[in-house]
T-cell receptor
Framework: GAVVSQHPSRVICKSGTSVKIECRSL??????MFWYRQFPKQSLMLMAT?????????EQGVEKDKFLINHASLTLSTLTVTSAHPEDSSFYIC???????????FGSGTRLTVV | GQNIDQPTEMTATEGAIVQINCTYQ??????LFWYQQHAGEAPTFLSY????GLEEKGRFSSFLSRSKGYSYLLLKELQMKDSASYLC?????????????FGTGTKLQVIP
């Protein structure tokens, strides 16, 4: 149980275009989802906290107009990278509290390459 | 904010025991997690501590001292497949919402 499905797993897009990443909790309800970014050989950096039915909370330095987060239901949160640039190329990953004790489940991650 | 420190790299021998330390500074502490991450993959949950003491789970144990802002992950009977990055993460409550912040990770190499 407690699976978070994230897709796409890999995406290559042209500079200036937008990319949407979806995270879906399959067998539990996730009122809160966390979005992280991980650059090569670095740890996960929290970008924002996605709250169902309300605005996301962004970390300092993360542009909310560039990284649009929508958490319209208890099982789905999306991150849209708008007007992508090569420096946005990274590994994006979501996680949600899975309701099993204090565990958090991660999605499988999305490798974004902007060319 | 939070300041989470862990060693960047460690090397240990197959069959041995290794201890990975993590220190943190935060207010509103509400738990510490350890995750394992293989290159290019998502992190997988290893352990969770919210009270002081040792939590044991098979070959893996995790210890927490809240007063010292200190935790360690102990791996016993090391196997080659244990070569991975180990991430320490701290959860805290700020302004009514929870946040989980990760340390930079410790890359463990297990050698024969």
């Amino acid at each position: 149980g407690a699976v978070v499905s994230q897709h796409p797993s890999r995406v290559i897009c042209k500079s200036g275009t937008s990319v949407k990443i979806e995270c879906r909790s399959l067998d539990f309800q996730a009122t809160t989802m966390f979005w992280y970014r991980q650059f090569p050989k670095q740890s996960l950096m929290l970008m924002a906290t996605s709250n169902e039915g309300s605005k996301a909370t962004y970390e300092q330095g993360v542009e909310k107009d560039k990284f649009l987060i929508n958490h319209a239901s208890l099982t789905l949160s999306t991150l849209t990278v708008t007007s992508a640039h090569p420096e946005d190329s990274s590994f994006y990953i979501c996680s949600a509290r899975n309701g099993q004790g204090d565990g958090y489940t991660f999605g499988s991650g999305t490798r974004l390459t902007v060319v | 904010g939070q300041n989470i420190d862990q060693p960047t790299e460690m090397t240990a021998t197959e069959g041995a025991i290794v201890q990975i330390n993590c220190t943190y500074q935060t207010s509103g502490f509400n738990g510490l997690f350890w995750y394992q991450q293989h290159a290019g993959e998502a992190p997988t949950f290893l352990s969770y501590n919210v009270l002081d003491g040792l939590e044991e789970k098979g070959r893996f144990s995790s210890f927490l001292s809240r007063s010292k802002g200190y935790s360690y992950l102990l791996l016993k009977e090391l196997q080659m497949k244990d070569s991975a990055s180990y991430l320490c993460a701290v959860r805290d409550w700020k302004g009514g919402y929870q946040k989980v912040t990760f340390g930079t990770g410790t890359k463990l190499q297990v050698i024969p």
